[in-house]
């Protein structure tokens, strides 16, 4: 499956954002989908996962509270909800998925990858 991540950009700590990981090539509800970050100088990180039916979802303690991912199978897109920003939220983000229902938080487990984008939180 191919993935293309967008939504990032420039805020303020306290604002919000939602990113997009858009899905194309296969059925996509077959799929788990997690969202990863990497700060400079850092080794990536578990973000939030998903599983392919939407039905479960698991957090970073770092973020839990804060952050919603949720998906539309129907438009082939998992959505990551950004509330409550902070300036330690500064990285790439990455979404990533894997063939099953099951989510994971190891970056390994997971096969395709997109491009990443950009969130810079401002103090």
């Known amino acids: 499956v191919q993935l293309q991540a967008s939504g990032g950009g420039l805020v303020q700590a306290g604002d919000s954002l939602r990113l997009s990981c858009a899905a194309s090539?296969?059925?996509?509800?077959?799929?788990?989908v997690g969202w990863f970050r990497q700060a400079p100088g850092k080794e990536r990180e578990f973000v939030a996962a998903?599983?392919?039916?939407?039905?479960?979802?698991y957090y970073a303690d770092s973020v839990k509270g804060r952050f919603t991912i949720s998906r539309d199978n129907a438009k082939n897109t998992v959505y990551l909800q950004m509330n409550s920003l902070k300036p330690e939220d500064t990285a790439v983000y990455y979404c990533?998925?894997?063939?099953?229902?099951?989510?994971?938080?190891?970056?390994?487990?997971?096969?395709?990858w997109g491009q990443g984008t950009q969130v810079t939180v401002s103090s």
């Open positions: 998903i599983s392919g039916s939407g039905r479960s979802t």
């Open positions: 990533a998925a894997r063939y099953g229902n099951l989510y994971a938080s190891n970056p390994n487990e997971y096969g395709d």
């Open positions: 090539g296969r059925t996509f509800s077959s799929y788990a």
